[in-house]
């Protein structure tokens, strides 16, 4: 999201490394661009300094700093915080899409996503998904273990005594198709 091209070509250039991974090992991009070997480094220390007993991991392109051998080892059990279902998410924007050329795109992470992301639920010993529907979509990949906790946010509970215009902000990364 830089606005100076200086920016944005530093940007582009620390991405080659990842953009590179996503097409050779045939991963989703942001998979790849999450994988940090500074981060399993300071993860290896905590793990070796501390008695941990419960790992949990916000989104799936997270899933890479579960694979520690002192995690299985110490038997610590690990939740996947599932925002959103990636695999459904680039299948709606495949399907969506008009342009030939960028549907094929579309199409590929579609594909890239449809191979990993059940490898990665099944990885953990808890999902946790917000909507009964994306528990109903991956429970082809994973049905034990699978709990629905909805964001917390209920406008049916509210007692409006006048009929006015209710307004709510959503904050969220641009970069990510769904928001």
Known sequence: NSK??????????????AIFKSFFLFQPFFVTKYYNK?????????????????????Y??????LNYKSVFKNNIKSVLM????????????????????????????????????????????????LTEEDRNYISKWRSEQVHTIPPQLNLSNLKITEKKEI??????SFNREPN
Do not use: C
């Not at 307004?167 to 969220?172: R, S, Y």
């Open 167 to 172: 307004q709510i902000i959503f904050i969220g």
């Open 38 to 58: 500074k981060m399993l480094k300071i993860l290896n220390n905590i793990f070796a300094e501390n008695i941990i007993d419960l790992i949990q991991i916000e």
């Open 82 to 129: 599932l925002h959103d279902v990636s695999t459904k998410v680039s299948m709606r924007s495949y399907q969506l899409e008009i342009n030939p050329f960028v549907k094929f795109k579309k199409y590929i992470e579609y594909l890239k996503w449809n191979k990993i992301e059940p490898e990665i639920i099944k990885k953990f010993d808890y999902i946790i998904v």
């Open 4 to 17: 100076s091209v200086t920016l944005f070509f530093g940007n582009l250039l620390s991405h080659i490394p």
């Open 60 to 65: 799936n392109i997270m899933h890479h700093y």
